[in-house]
């Protein structure tokens, strides 16, 4: 394998029965052992915990605070430490999880010794960890679990991903297509629109410097009666009273004819009315040139237009870009739409091309890998029983290409092939999701698998058989194994015996699971214990 990943240690704090416990595991065999309700379940629970699942405050022991669930990971391989990079939690040494459980339901995640969500969490399960239990063997009667198994062995991955790639590419072309149709449909009424609030904001042709000199404009003019009667006032004393101003100074300069003196300032006097009194007249002319209407009227079309859009000014005119840009877009809708059918009957092609592809691997792999289950779970006990991978094409492109798969299998020679849903008993499919792992464990990245109730209902020479296959899976990856059988805790390299005490404290019966290893040399008393027990 390109690279290895495994479980070397779960630290439990006040969790349900256990106080304080450290539990080491080897890289290969780990059986978790013990009489019913010890907690051995509570191990798995412990690790489905770190692996993403849901916190339940019930596992918090009674009067602690809180609960703690850590384990850590020994690891090699570049790619492993490429993986935790990219999630944004590199890795040294060590890989570490760790969850608190408080209390009060609440709950805190980490990863590396950085915060993450119970997502980050699944993500990591989902590429390491494999767990085998009821729910998988239920999952092993999925149409879509089956394929991804084949997948899985046929080494697909970077073919599946590039068509998934160009199926997803294909799917928003199409999704596209149908907007630019819908909105061909709809674009002649659009234009029309569209062409009405163009020549509507053209003809104002707004500008921020236009309104603001209208306002000043129409400020000035306002004004306007006032100034006339100021400077109508102004003009009748200077001109036009019986006793205008300039008449009475032409008057006073007469008579002071003599005296150079005043005679000259009453000449300088009149000189700078007459000027006052032209000033008047040429400003008074201007005013009455304005017209106060049209200035009115296009203010009001500026606030009419402003309304309309709820916009200012400034907007107004960007508005008027976007809604050429559109009225534009309309226009061109035809050549969209042209370049998007030659985008999409390209990526159709693409698409076809690696669904072929991978239908011939698959129909190449199902092939070998019946062959391989069927030996395989014949060696456990299921004698004669045949496995057959059937594929069949689709006619629809879908997420997983055109292929379509159902596992048949012949349980009893000469009795005909049947879907499997429809012949396996639990212990079988067990058995047969055993052989899966059995085959998988040397090509896919899981890195360790758990096995839950893989001993329910089979005693005997099926279990024998069934720990030998557990000691095979381990040789490519760590196995760590839940079970009450002798037969299968005798092929593991180390046995997990859990125990459940009852004792006093504080005045109080509790209870409290401690947790011992086993290696090779120490198990036989264990497995003799287990023998006497079944």
Do not use: W
């Not at 070397?8 to 065999?29: M, P």
């Not at 692996?51 to 020994?74: Q, T």
């Not at 010794?113 to 997502?119: D, E, N, Q, T």
């Not at 095979?472 to 059988?485: D, F, R």
């Amino acid at each position: 394998m390109a690279h290895k990943l495994n479980l070397s240690n779960l630290t439990l704090n006040n969790f349900a029965t256990f106080t304080n416990q450290s539990i080491e595991f080897t890289s290969e065999f780990n059986t978790i052992v013990g009489e019913t309700g010890s907690g051995k379940s509570l191990i798995l629970d412990a690790l489905q915990l770190c692996f993403g699942s849901r916190a339940d405050k019930n596992l918090v022991r009674k009067d602690a605070d809180f609960a703690s669930v850590e384990v850590s990971f020994i690891f090699e391989g570049e790619e492993i430490k490429e993986f935790f990079d990219g999630l944004g939690y590199p890795v040294d040494e060590e890989i570490n999880i760790k969850r608190i459980i408080y209390a009060n339901g609440k709950s805190k995640s980490y990863l590396n010794f950085s915060a993450c969500s119970l997502s980050i969490l699944s993500n990591v399960a989902r590429q390491f960890i494999d767990l085998v239990g009821q729910f998988e063997n239920q999952k092993l009667l999925s149409d879509s679990h089956q394929l991804m198994l084949l997948d899985e062995f046929s080494r697909n991955k970077n073919l599946y991903d590039q068509y998934r790639l160009e199926f997803d590419k294909l799917k928003t072309l199409q999704h596209k297509l149908t907007e630019l149709q819908i909105q061909k449909d709809n674009s002649l009424q659009r234009k029309d629109f569209l062409h009405f609030q163009i020549n509507e904001i053209q003809e104002l042709s707004p500008s921020v410097d236009d309104e603001a000199l209208l306002k000043r404009q129409k400020d000035k003019i306002i004004n306007l009666e006032e100034n006339k009667k100021t400077f109508e006032r102004a003009n009748y004393i200077l001109c036009e009273s019986e006793y205008n101003l300039l008449e009475q100074i032409s008057l006073l300069e007469r008579d002071f004819h003599n005296n150079e003196d005043i005679s000259d300032k009453l000449a300088e006097a009149k000189s700078l009315l007459e000027d006052v009194s032209y000033s008047i007249s040429t400003s008074h002319q201007d005013d009455e040139e304005a017209d106060l209407d049209s200035i009115l009227e296009r203010l009001d079309s500026y606030q009419k237009l402003k309304r309309k859009y709820r916009v200012e000014t400034k907007e107004l005119i960007d508005l008027l870009k976007d809604f050429k840009s559109e009225y534009n877009s309309i226009n061109n809708i035809d050549d969209q739409i042209e370049d998007v059918i030659r985008s999409l009957n390209n990526s159709t092609d693409k698409c076809h091309q690696l669904a072929t592809k991978l239908h011939d691997a698959r129909m190449k792999n199902a092939a070998i890998l019946s062959q391989k289950l069927s030996k395989l779970i014949q060696k456990l006990n299921m004698e004669g029983a045949i496995i057959d991978f059937r594929i069949s094409k689709k006619e629809e492109l879908t997420t997983t290409g055109f292929s379509g798969l159902k596992i048949y299998a012949q349980t009893n020679p000469g009795e005909g092939f049947y879907p499997l849903s429809q012949i396996a008993s639990g212990g079988e499919l067990s058995r047969i999701l055993l052989a899966m792992r059995q085959v998988l464990s040397t090509t896919s990245s899981i890195s360790v698998f758990l096995f839950d109730e893989i001993d329910t209902g089979i005693g005997g020479e099926t279990a024998i058989k069934i720990g030998k296959a557990l000691q095979e899976v381990s040789k490519n990856s760590q196995v760590i194994a839940i079970t009450h059988l002798a037969q299968i805790a005798n092929f593991s390299d180390q046995i997990v015996f859990i125990n459940k005490t009852s004792h006093k404290e504080n005045g109080t019966q509790r209870t409290k699971s401690v947790a011992k290893t086993y290696f090779k040399e120490e198990m036989k008393p264990i497995i003799q214990r287990m023998q006497a027990v079944d």
